[in-house]
């Protein structure tokens, strides 16, 4: 009976052991989603600062563009 009780008492603790280890990994698992839904949300943030960057630079491009054209336009009509 002695020898069942210390397996019994063994196996109770290894037991309490695994549900620690098995909160712990929940907590663990909790902590490591929010950390990407954060990521996730930042990097959201991130593309739409980017798209209108590019928005912007295509504009400005664009400007430059009909300026250079107006000016070579002006510039001909100088010439002629």
Do not use: C, P, Y
């Amino acid at each position: 009976m002695i020898g069942q009780d210390d397996e019994i008492n063994n196996q109770s603790q290894l037991v309490e052991k695994l549900r620690e280890q098995v909160v712990d990994l929940e907590e663990l698992i909790v902590t490591h989603r929010k950390e990407a839904e954060s990521l996730q949300t930042e990097q959201q943030r991130v593309q739409a600062e980017n798209d209108s960057a590019k928005d912007e630079a295509w504009q400005l491009l664009l400007l430059i563009l009909n300026l250079g054209l107006l000016f070579h336009k002006q510039l001909n009509m100088l010439v002629n």
